[in-house]
Nanobody, 123 residues
Framework: QVQLVESGGGLVQAGGSLRLSCVASGRIFRINGMGWYRQAPGKQRELVATIRNSGRTNYANSVKGRFAISGDNAKNTVYLQMNSLKPDDTAVYYC?????????????????WGQGTQVTVSS
C-alpha cells in the first residue's frame, strides 16, 4: 500500500560524502516519522537516524556530528546527508516510514521499508 524508493547510494572514498533520498508514495494520509537504518554483512540492522513530522531528530552515537537527517513533509521525502564517511559506514541503508492510512484510524501506524541502497566506503 506504501512504497519507499531510496536513491543516492554508491562507492566513495573515506572522508567523502553521500546524500541519500527516500520518497514515499501510495495510500498515505500522514507520515508520523521516517528514518534510516543500515545493515552491514554479518550484522544486525541498526538505527542510523530518525525524524518525526514535528522535526525532532534522533541519531546513533556512531554518526552524530557526521550525518544529518532532514525531511520534506509536503513531498513525503527524507534525506540523509552523510559526511566524513568511514569504512565502518559500509552497509545497505534502508529507509523506514511510519504511516497513517486514513483519518478514521489516526492512532494506527503501519511501518514500511524500502528495498535498500548500498553504501560502500573504501579506505
Amino acid at each position: 500500500q506504501v512504497q519507499l524508493v531510496e536513491s543516492g547510494g554508491g562507492l566513495v572514498q573515506a572522508g567523502g560524502s553521500l546524500r541519500l533520498s527516500c520518497v514515499a508514495s501510495g495510500r498515505i494520509f500522514r507520515i508520523n516519522g521516517m528514518g534510516w537504518y543500515r545493515q552491514a554483512p554479518g550484522k544486525q540492522r541498526e538505527l542510523v537516524a530518525t525524524i518525526r513530522n514535528s522535526g525532532r531528530t534522533n541519531y546513533a552515537n556512531s554518526v552524530k556530528g557526521r550525518f544529518a537527517i532532514s525531511g520534506d513533509n509536503a513531498k513525503n521525502t527524507v534525506y540523509l546527508q552523510m559526511n566524513s564517511l568511514k569504512p565502518d559506514d559500509t552497509a545497505v541503508y534502508y529507509c523506514h516510514a511510519g504511516v497513517v492510512h486514513s483519518a478514521d484510524s489516526l492512532n494506527v501506524e503501519y511501518g514500511y521499508w524500502g528495498q535498500g541502497t548500498q553504501v560502500t566506503v573504501s579506505s
